[in-house]
Structure formats: structure tokens, C-alpha cells
């Protein structure tokens, strides 16, 4: 771990499960985006910072996860999420995902990041405030 | 029916369903959305055209929808959409969500819309092109 | 209000939002199943109750919602639920979403739910441990 | 490309956007798994067929995405997906998402699904009737 760490504690809703009987794929990432968006907020930086005009942006351009173990509607889930990378231009979070309450591990993302311009013109470095909240 | 018809056809996909082995009642409105979307770009009048700077916005201000049959993964449906209202500031659009192929009507879904600025200020008069592409 | 009531929060995660800006129209009624699910565990019933084999189910019939007022991305939300019809074979929940911290009503959804048998041969009287839970 | 090859065209629904302006990156994912959908329907085995009693289940295992375009509500999207791995006990499909009309890349998207017991039993080779209509 070489950057901030945060825990997001929740459920799994019955939207997010599918006719197999459990949570759809799909939704296991955005339960590690809505780690990263909690962990933006505790970090002073939330996702609301960058959907002003001419802030930067911080689209994710990758992301890799691993299904372990299905996961219900109304299990209780613990999100261990760690800033896995932190780069000039870059950075990733690492979430791994844990039912509660034996915290066995369902599943493991990893979101990779860039900061670009608003007018789509490129990536730029991450801003020293931004670093700063991540690290 | 007052105003344009249009037929939207698709498939029940996987994500839409729900651990109960059907459809999530909520994805029931979005295909409603989604066949209005359908109809505004053969109207000429494509979502995106809303979404431009100082364009007037439709937010929707009033759903109903009737749940009446199952559907599953892999259903190809019809959806048969009119536009039900047409006022001064706002309109409806009734969606009759049918099963292929014998058309049994699986669900109705009723959605509002009204015409507003898009700086907040409030409800404006649907303007003369939008009142010709409803009609 | 007739039967029991309940409280709700949670933050608008970006996953809801819309390229105008604002939560997506059905991801209101998502909240609102959200406040529902969160009411039935309290009760002793949670929805997993309801997937089991031979169980009850419980689906939505219809649903109406009014949208007031526009939510964005970080928006923390008090939903208030109450169960506000108990029939034979019915009930339904109303649920107000409230922005905090200001507590202005942005949303009101009602939802109808029916009891049936699990093998589709139609409606049954709510059983009494259920009356009891949603009294 | 080791096996079936498959085209899936579709637009962009506004559901999918975010506040962004642009397509949420879970919904690219999404729109890879309707792109498997629709490839296995082909293929003479729909999902649904695994969705029966003591059918053998064929969850996903790991994703992996790179996104590079946005993609907006109304965008005409092609997927363009092949059977990329066919193993004992596990396959995986990789889709490119590209923009209609230019056919640029805008995402990729590789699923790797393994094949399991309906009972949680673990692991099993894939079927002859399965590996004939992936290959």
C-alpha cells in the first residue's frame, strides 16, 4: 500500500443482483467506484470537485477485478480500499471486497485513473493537492 | 392518442433482471425511457439536443407504471409508445411494454416531462419545433 | 400513516447521475426499493426471505412517483418510508426523499406490492407474521 | 481469435450516461456482457439455459477493461467480440467497442467465465455441446 487506505461499509441491494441469484458482475466495480467516490469525500476531494467547469477530470482508463465468491442480495459488505499508484498522470485504487462478518474475500478491483483537461486536449500531472489527498 | 406513435423493439437483457429471476421493476421504466429516446431521434429531436448549453432541458416531473406480467432474460419485447399529453409547459408519453409474440401487455409506464430554462428559473412554453415533433 | 414507518440514509453515488447532471428518474424509485429492503430487515423480514423456494413473493404492481427537485452526485438523502396501504392481498409504501441537510422534499414514490404463490397461480391473503411486520 | 466471432450493434441510452457527460464505465462492461448475450443466443444457447434447474452455470471468473473514447447518450456503438480462450474448465471473450461511423476503438473489454456445478460444488469441463458452439 503506498497510499491512503478507507474502509466503506454496506449492503448489497436487490438491484444489484441478477437472475443467477447474485450480485451482477458489473455491479462488484461499482462497488469499488462508490469506495472511491467515499474515499474522495473523507479525503476532502469529493467526485463533486471535478464536475465544475474547467476543473480537471479523472476518467478511469482500465480496470481489472476478480469474482471469488457470489455475493446476495442483503449480505453485509466491508470495501478495503487502498491508492495503489499513485503516478504523474496516473493513479489506481485497489478495493478488496469482504462479506462480513468473517470477512472471507468475494472479490478484488483495481480502477486506474488519469487527470486530463476538461477540453479533451490530454492527460496533465495530477495537481499537488490532489497527490497530497491521495498519498 | 394525441400525438406521434412510435414502436420500440429490444431484448430483456441479463442486467435487467433481479435475483427473483424477472425483470427489476425499475428497469421497467427505463425501457419506457429508452423508446422515448427512440421516438425523439426519429422525431429529429435526439437526447443530445437537450443537453447543449442554454438548450431547454425535459426533466421528468411524474411517473406511473403497471406491472403486469414477468419478464425474463431473453424476452423480446415491444414497446408501443404515444404521446398521450401535450400541454403548454409540459407532456406524457404512454408506453404499452408488450411480450413477442403473442403481444400480451406486460407492463404500461406513463412518464411527465415538463419544459424548463436550463438556468433553474423555471417552466417555459414547449416551443413551436418540440410541439411539431410531438404531434 | 397506518402501518410502520421508517428511516432511510444514504449519499447519491454517481453511478445514479445522468449526463444532465442529476440522479437518473428510475434510480429514484431504486431509492425508494432501497428505503423498503432497509425497512423489511428491520422488520425481521428481509427480502432473502422472499427467494426462497416456496416462499411468497412479492412484486411490485405499479408504482408512482413525483420528482420536485434535482439530486447530484454526494447529495446525502434522509428517505422516509411508511407503509401506507395494508389490504387483503396488497400493500404499498410511500416513501418522501428528503435533500438534507435542509430536509426539502425532493421526491415522492409510492410503491404497490401484491402477495402471490411462487408457482404463478395468483394473489393470496398477506400472511399474518407479514400484517404484522408492516402494521 | 481462437473461436466464434459475433457483432452486437446498439446505441447508447441516457441511462447509461453519468454526470459526466459520458457512457459510466461499469456500463461498458455491461454493454460487452449484452454483446456475449446476444453472441450465445446465436450460438443456439442462450442464457436462459443456464438459468434452468441442475444446469451447469457459467459465472465470470475476472474482467479486465481499457477504456479509451467516451462514449455519449446517441452514439452508435459496435461490438465486435470473439471467443478469446477456450480451456478445459473456463473460456473468455474480448470485446472492441467501437464508434459508429468511424469505427474508432473506444473501449475493450475481455470476460473470462468458467464453468461450475449448479450445486457450489466447484469447477467442471466445459460440455462438448458448449465447446462446439464457442468454438
Redesign the interface.
Known amino acids: 500500500m503506498i497510499g491512503r487506505s478507507h474502509v466503506h461499509n454496506t ?1 448489497i ?3 444489484r ?6 450480485i ?4 462488484v ?2 462497488l469499488a ?2 469506495a472511491y ?1 467515499s474515499m474522495m ?1 473523507e479525503a476532502g476531494c ?3 470537485t ?2 465544475k467547469p474547467n476543473s480537471i ?1 479523472l ?10 465468491l ?1 455475493m ?3 449480505d453485509r459488505i466491508r470495501v478495503e480500499l487502498a491508492v495503489s499508484h499513485i503516478g504523474a498522470r496516473s493513479f489506481a485504487t485497489t478495493s478488496r471486497v469482504l462479506l462480513e462478518p468473517d470477512r472471507t474475500v468475494a472479490a478484488q478491483v483495481t ?1 486506474y485513473h488519469c487527470c486530463v483537461y476538461p477540453d479533451g486536449s490530454g492527460a496533465t500531472d495530477i495537481p499537488d493537492w490532489l497527490r497530497s489527498a491521495l498519498a
Open positions: 449492503t441491494r436487490f438491484s443482483t441478477d437472475a443467477a441469484g447474485v451482477y458482475f458489473a455491479q466495480l461499482d467506484h462508490e467516490e469525500e469529493p467526485l463533486s471535478f464536475l477530470h476518467p478511469i482508463i482500465r480496470s481489472e477485478a476478480d469474482f471469488r457470489p446476495r442480495s442483503g480502477l
